[in-house]
């Protein structure tokens, strides 16, 4: 029988699913076909949240033509999300930018320049404002979704050529409390364990996370645990009923901005009940409170006299009961292995930095940690936020290679790197993300480089900085791949750039884990990969402020072909020179190393031969981590080496509940919260111009409790009006079971004026960590009328 | 022609029931599952929106509990996006981003 091109790829998708479950079907012929098929398949990393799942784009004749998931990979085991299926369909999209596009001023219409032209206003502006205004009237704002290569070079430009720590990136919205949190608790940056530990875990406490549509593959590999272990107990801690919450044995639904009262009083139940581990505390750990003096056991155990269950349970707004409070702390230090995993919910908060503080807590008294199942993981929103942006050097403090900016051993080492004048890279740090655009707004940035990202949109109490961004006081450079709300508002210069698969770079997901992505598909004709644009704007600004040390900074990486050779030369500078001794060790992840490899290295990874392994699966034992021997200080099994605590010990920290920045009352009644829906990604400028992903869900809407929509009078699909203090949407109501009552919820991609809710949000920020509390904030809503069509919006 | 393969998930003892749920989609063959709940799945749809359409009524069917992709092939839809027969676009639009490209 003739077998159809249609029966190959049926039989061939078929296999596909069927060699996960190591099941045989009765046609493994089509593997001779298969081989013989002209499609060339080149493996990388999904773009659309921080997984990192990996997969191969089938391309034939140049065209992106089919995509199957990577087995193998030890992040997604091969499975792939709806959302990643469709990225392809931005590679050859109409809307594509593909010539660089000029304003004077941000009034008038844009026109078509050359890239010569473009590259000489660039330099021109950024040049003309460094000699008028001083180094610190020039900034940067990247991404999480920018390659580490583009968020190293961009820095290094930055810092070692204009002279200023202005360095900042959309992380800053989403991870900063995270960093926070692991600085101040475990004293190094990022997760002990990783995703191994999801198989071996006999506790998941999942809080402030909906994984199920936010990371919706890691929520399969916790799912498959729970169904194959009807014994793991799955606890979901959140204000609202997600999709997240129907696999969880318990429930917790609190007010928003009380948990830090239901962590501390499980840590009251673990140590009443004598459940903490002694042994543990006694070998590994120090007490803390406030901004770092030593407490004892007992000071630490009197700060949670006033977190009773049963106080805890009356703070947290009355729908926990202590019964409950008290099961959840005995199942979390009691089981083999306890999982907590988080996202936005703990981090976009203004105790951001405690909330992460006190989930540690619990593992360390416990010493649910170190060991297999059992891991205190912080899930990334983005796919590169912890490589590019907390490695690379893509914050405001930090420098590559988790190297404090303040500390002057340690810009030196970094100068000495890159063969620049020691003193070059500025002793101060640079402006964090909301002092960027608040300097914005006062007119002191003269010239901002914004790339990959839409602050216009993502920014909270967004009308507020929009103010500033549509003045002509600052000239603005976007890079981007679409057209977005701050090409369209802020940008005077867009220039269009290669999209993924379209460009070689690295990406590091959640887990400490650096992979590789090689450009598989030609950019449309006239966009380029951002490390081109970045050296021939240097060269262009080396001229024009006659200025040999920024030629310094892009001499290893002139000449260099930009689709592989140069960022293969940033990536060897940066992972050779500036990670090598640091905790983020990279240097045995070399190319040659991680495009061997299925999925990735986690580091610290100091030799290719150990690289070539996977790396270090867990952090700090002894056998497991090579720094861990290295930098051992005695003979115990775990080793604490992070630069951050010179004690060597993990810290717990006795912090207190405290309320958001605002909080309902008689004006404001009701809380409001945003979130992620699946079919999204951030500003929709991507999956808003995929059909099939826009009609999923054209446009946001607000989620009401059905007790509060029956009192205000509110059906499903009426327009309702939300108020906070800074802005006003109109968006149709989702009359659901899923936020508190006395709780509203609205998704946060939708473009649309009337409905962008960052215009309501809160720009209050951590005073640690400077995240917004993008999570909390008071609001109004009515009804203003019955059901309305609308049309979904995208610039 | 669109056609992708999932690994469908659901309760060990709602299988038979789940393969019968998706069956009756229609468009929708199963190839195979596992006393796990895993079911092996592929999706003949006539483009990427009938795809997305058929996978909602997958998830949607009260025993799933989760639907992975494992392999997608677009090849018919690719050729006609790259030589303009179709457009992705939601947006059939000529804004002033459109005129300047």
Sequence with gaps: MVQTRRDFLKRTAALSAASYLGMLLPFQDVDNALAADETAWHRGSCRLCGVGCRLELGVKNGLPVALRGVPQSRTNMGYLCMKGMHFWKLMNHPERLTTPLYRAKKSDKFKKISWDEAMDIA????????????????????????????????????????????????????????????????????PIGGYADIEKADCFFIIGSNMAEAHPVIFRRVMRRKLDNPQVTVINADPRISLTSRIA???????????LALLNSMAYVIIEEKLHNQQ???????????????????????????????????????????????????????????????????????????????????????????????????????????????????LCHILPGHRPVEKEAMRNQVEEAWGVPKGRIPALPGLHTMAMFSAVNEGKIKAMWINCTSPVQSLPNCNKYNTGLAKDDTFIVCTDIFPTLTTELAANLVLPTAFHFEKTGVYG????????????????????????????WANLLAKKLNDPVISQCIKPFAGLEPEYALPKAIWEEYSQK??????????????EVLEGMYDGVQWPAPTAEYAKTGGTVKKFVRGMDPMAETHKTDDKPYQFYGAAHPDHKLWIWA???????????????????????????????????????????????????????????????????????????????????????GMVFAYWHDQHPDRMINKVTMDAIDPGSKEPEFKICACKIKKVSGPQALKPYIV | MVIAGFVVQCQPQSQQ???????????????????????????????????????????GIEQVLNVGLTYLNVEDEAKKIASGDLSPNPFPRKKHWEKLN
């Design chain 1, 123 to 190: 330099a021109d502006k950024f040049a003309g404002a460094v000699k008028e205004h001083g180094n610190d009237s020039v900034a940067y704002y990247g991404s999480g979704q920018a390659l580490t290569e583009e968020t190293y070079l961009f820095q290094k430009i930055f810092r070692g050529g204009l002279q200023t720590n202005n360095v900042e990136g959309n992380p800053r919205l989403c991870m900063a409390s995270a960093v926070g949190g692991y600085m101040t608790s475990f004293g190094a940056d990022e």
């Design chain 1, 249 to 259: 044995d318990i429930h917790l639904q609190f007010n928003p901005g009380t948990d």
């Design chain 1, 280 to 394: 543990f505390i006694n070998d590994y750990v120090a007490f803390k409170k406030g901004k770092g003096d030593t407490i004892d056991f007992e000071e630490y155990k009197k700060s949670l006299a006033d977190y009773t269950p049963e106080k805890a349970a009356t703070i947290m707004g009355g729908k926990v009961t202590a019964d409950q409070i008290r099961e959840v702390a005995r199942k979390f230090a009691s089981s083999k292995g306890t999982l907590s995993m988080w996202t936005m919910g703990l981090n976009q908060r203004k105790q951001g930095v405690w909330a992460n503080n006190l989930v540690h807590n619990l593992h360390i008294l416990t010493g649910q940690l170190l060991k297999e199942g059992a891991d205190s993981l912080s899930l990334t929103g983005q796919p590169n936020a912890c490589g590019g942006v907390r490695e690379g050097g893509g």
């Design chain 1, 509 to 536: 997901c959640t887990e400490r884990r650096s992979q590789i992505t090689r450009k598989a598909i030609d950019p449309p004709k006239g966009a380029k990969p951002e490390v081109e644009i970045v050296r021939d």
């Design chain 1, 578 to 591: 500036l990670t090598k001794g640091t905790d983020c060790d990279l240097t045995g992840a070399t190319y």
């Design chain 1, 655 to 741: 912090r207190p509940q405290a309320n958001p920045e605002e909080i309902p009352d008689g004006d404001y009644p009701f809380y409001l919260s945003t979130g992620r829906i699946i079919d999204h990604w951030h500003t929709m400028s991507m999956t808003g111009r995929i059909p099939e992903l826009l009609r999923a869900n054209p446009y946001s809407y607000i989620e009401v409790n059905p007790k509060d929509a029956t009192r205000l009078g509110i059906k499903p699909g009426d327009m309702v009006e939300i108020t906070s203090r800074r802005g006003t949407n109109i968006m149709p109501a989702k009359v659901y079971e899923g936020p508190i009552e």
């Design chain 2, 17 to 59: 029931d789940t393969v019968v749920a998706l069956e009756a989609l229609g468009q929708v063959e199963v190839f195979g599952a596992d006393e796990k709940g895993n079911i092996v799945t592929v999706v003949d749809a006539e483009s990427s929106a009938d795809l997305e359409k058929i996978v909602k009524k997958m998830e």
